[in-house]
């Protein structure tokens, strides 16, 4: 026999409200679905170097947009994931035998660097996070924070370039880049 029903409705109440939100809150994290930049190696399971337009597709479904920028060059995109790739090949067809050379980020929501940093944060959460690193400029568009930085092979000039970049505009991440160079 019960002492008091009252409370047990109330106890009822309260794991149901509990079972709801414990639901509510996985729904939650499952629909941020982190993507994780791992320097200049696989960027939210691209595998940068060695990942086709067919392997980015199968992870991110058919690209918002697609151009050929050249016989070894094609850039895709993917606005609702906030991604634009740039595929590379040397045997022509860029955009079905390419390989992923430069994989762009803009979105905030899904992604960040395996140390966290995200595109929003401010320069000060970069220079905490990555304290070794200083702002730098290089080859057009590689003016930011290099996360990573990597040497070009001598066939193709030789010289430094940002494994991983974080863009900086009005003092907070714009963009965060992982790429490798053609000889790698």
Same mark, same amino acid.
């Given at each position: 026999?019960?002492?008091n029903p %009252?409370?047990?409705t109330v106890?009822?109440?309260?794991?149901t409200?509990s079972v709801?939100?414990?639901?509510? +809150?996985?729904?939650? @994290?499952?629909?941020t679905?982190?993507?994780v $930049?791992?320097?200049?190696?696989?960027?939210?399971g691209i595998? $940068?170097?060695?990942s086709?337009p067919a392997?980015v597709r199968r992870?991110?479904?058919?690209?918002?947009t697609?151009r050929v920028?050249?016989?070894h060059s094609? +850039?895709?995109?993917?606005? %609702?994931?906030r991604?634009?790739v740039? @595929? @590379?090949?040397f045997?022509g067809k860029p955009?079905?035998?390419?390989?992923?050379?430069?994989?762009?980020?803009?979105?905030?929501a899904a992604? /960040?660097?395996a140390?966290?940093?995200?595109v929003?944060?401010p320069?000060a959460?970069v220079?905490?996070?990555?304290? /070794?690193?200083r702002?730098?400029?290089g @080859?057009?568009?590689d003016r %930011?924070?290099?996360?990573v930085?990597?040497? $070009?092979c001598?066939?193709v %000039?030789?010289?430094?370039?940002?494994?991983?970049?974080a863009?900086?505009?009005r003092g907070r991440?714009?963009?965060?880049v992982a /790429? $490798?160079s053609?000889?790698?």
């Amino acid at each position: 026999m019960l002492a008091n029903p %009252g409370k047990l409705t109330v106890v009822r109440a309260l794991v149901t409200a509990s079972v709801a939100m414990a639901a509510l +809150v996985g729904t939650a @994290f499952a629909a941020t679905d982190v993507r994780v $930049i791992q320097g200049d190696r696989n960027a939210g399971g691209i595998k $940068i170097g060695r990942s086709t337009p067919a392997d980015v597709r199968r992870l991110y479904g058919t690209p918002s947009t697609s151009r050929v920028e050249s016989t070894h060059s094609c +850039v895709q995109s993917w606005k %609702g994931v906030r991604l634009v790739v740039q @595929f @590379f090949t040397f045997e022509g067809k860029p955009c079905a035998r390419g390989v992923a050379l430069i994989v762009t980020v803009t979105g905030r929501a899904a992604w /960040r660097t395996a140390v966290g940093l995200r595109v929003g944060d401010p320069a000060a959460r970069v220079r905490a996070l990555y304290p /070794r690193v200083r702002p730098r400029a290089g @080859f057009a568009g590689d003016r %930011g924070y290099w996360l990573v930085t990597r040497q $070009i092979c001598a066939e193709v %000039g030789g010289g430094r370039y940002p494994g991983l970049l974080a863009r900086i505009q009005r003092g907070r991440v714009s963009a965060l880049v992982a /790429r $490798i160079s053609v000889c790698d």
